[in-house]
Structures are given as C-alpha cells and as structure tokens.
C-alpha cells in the first residue's frame, strides 16, 4: 500500500504510515502457533480519519485471511468497537496487565478477507 512503511519476516512484521514529518500510527504484528497484533498505535490528531482502518487492512492482507488474537483495555471503548468493525469478538478471557491494566482478549475468526473487511462490505474505504 502506498505511504505505508513495511518492514518484518514471515513470523513478524510491523508498518508505519507516516503523515508528513510525523509517524501517524504503527502495528506489530508476529505469526507463531497463532496470529498476534499488538500494539497499535495512531497519534490523538488522526484517529477518525481513515488511518487506523489503512494499518488494519494492510495487517490483515499480511495474516493471508488466519485467526488473529490480541489483547485490549477493557476500558477503551473505541478500540474495542474499532476492533470490532474489523470482526473482532471477545474470547471472555481477562487479565491485570502488570497487575493493574484490565485487559480482554479478543480474537478474529479465519475468514475469507473480503467476508470481514468492513471497508468492502460497505464499500468505504475510510473507516478508521
């Protein structure tokens, strides 16, 4: 994808897409018995505009369509429900990240990509 910088193997990879002099937001990503993202990040300034929905699919296409799990703050609303758009669901595992961060676990099912891309199922390409 234009503008993103990729870097990693087969078993890890990360992208960074840069937003004029700035990095705007970065994934890792690592492929072991299963498929893991974390982190992912985007400055304040350019969630909502299409850039976490850029680093997501980009993320996806590199799973080739296998289940994915991470691990999210329970408490951030909008990661869980941007987690979500992208076929995202709670495995009702739960855990105190350095004994004082909850976080829960989610998981992305295998699936065809276009069956799970909020972008294709709704024709638009700047969810975020």
Do not use: I
């Not at 969630?47 to 691990?71: K, N, Y």
């Amino acid at each position: 994808m234009a503008g993103v910088h990729r870097s990693g193997r087969a078993t890890a990879g990360s992208a960074v897409l840069p937003c004029g002099p700035l990095r705007a937001g970065f994934l890792c990503g690592r492929r072991g018995a299963a498929v893991t993202l974390g982190p992912m990040y985007l400055l304040d300034e350019v969630q909502g505009h299409g850039v976490g929905g850029r680093l997501m699919r980009e993320f996806l296409a590199w799973t080739g369509g296998a289940s994915v799990f991470l691990w999210v703050t329970e408490y951030n609303e909008r990661a869980v429900r941007f987690y979500e758009r992208y076929g995202f669901e709670s495995t009702g595992e739960h855990e105190l990240w350095r004994g004082r961060l909850p976080n829960m676990r989610m998981v992305r099912p295998s699936a065809p990509s276009d069956e799970r891309d909020p972008a294709t199922r709704h024709g638009d390409s700047s969810n975020s």
